[in-house]
Every structure is written in structure tokens, then in C-alpha cells.
């Protein structure tokens, strides 16, 4: 199995900076990504990352604001968030496929294994 833990959340004003990370252990995962669920809100794809890490995209919501990234031993996954806006106040979760194919997709569906979540609250 796969265990994915999150961790970096917290609040911070409109304008700061968060970083999240999410350690994962146990198989091997490929691609993975962050998306996240505001409070009755659907849940929306943040960003992915390829296995390589040659590969990522950020839909246009975050794009120029939230750099998604992993180390070396493809174990950690991170979300470099700034100039942050109340309006991305939500739970965020990495996610991870069994799937090297998968590459950098925003279908959460490709995902199998899923993190608990960290809160991220933007306060004006």
C-alpha cells in the first residue's frame, strides 16, 4: 500500500506564502498532484507532476503563483503557493498514480492513492 501524509498547511494573509508537502511511502508512486475543496465546493485540480518531474501543469487559476515540484528520490512532493488569495482557502490533497503513464493529468480519476488533506486559510 501507499500512504501519503501532507503537511505545510496553516493561515496566512492575502499576499503570503505557503509551502505544503506531501511524503509518500510504502509501492512506488509516479505521477502526482494537488487538488484541493473549498467548503461547498466541488474539488478542483491544483497541479501535477509527471514521474520524471519533466512535466508539470497548473491550470490557469494558479498558473504564475503555485509551483508544484518533487525531490530527487521522487518520494516528496511539494506546492510552493504565493501571492496567495482568500479565494484559495480550501482542503488541499496530494494525490499519486500507480501509472507511469499517467504524466502530469488534472483527471483525478488517474489518482488511486490520496492524502488525508492540510488546510490552507487566506484571511483578508
Known amino acids: 500500500q501507499v500512504q501519503l501524509v501532507e503537511s505545510g498547511g496553516g493561515s496566512v494573509q492575502a499576499g503570503g506564502s505557503l509551502r505544503l508537502s506531501c511524503a509518500a511511502s510504502?509501492?512506488?508512486?509516479?505521477?502526482m498532484a494537488w487538488f484541493r475543496q473549498a467548503p461547498g465546493k466541488e474539488r478542483e485540480f491544483v497541479a501535477a507532476?509527471?514521474?520524471?518531474?519533466?512535466?508539470?501543469y497548473h491550470p490557469d487559476s494558479v498558473k504564475g503563483r503555485f509551483t508544484i515540484s518533487k525531490d530527487d528520490a521522487k518520494t516528496t512532493l511539494y506546492l510552493q503557493m504565493t501571492s496567495l488569495e482568500p479565494s484559495d482557502t480550501a482542503v488541499y490533497c496530494c494525490?499519486?498514480?500507480?501509472?507511469?503513464?499517467?504524466?502530469?493529468?488534472?483527471?483525478?480519476?488517474?489518482?488511486?492513492?490520496w492524502g488525508q488533506g492540510a488546510q490552507v486559510t487566506v484571511s483578508s
Open positions: 510504502g509501492r512506488a508512486v509516479y505521477s
Open positions: 494525490a499519486a498514480s500507480a501509472r507511469i503513464a499517467t504524466g502530469a493529468s488534472d483527471d483525478a480519476s488517474q489518482y488511486i492513492y
Open positions: 507532476i509527471s514521474w520524471s518531474g519533466d512535466t508539470a
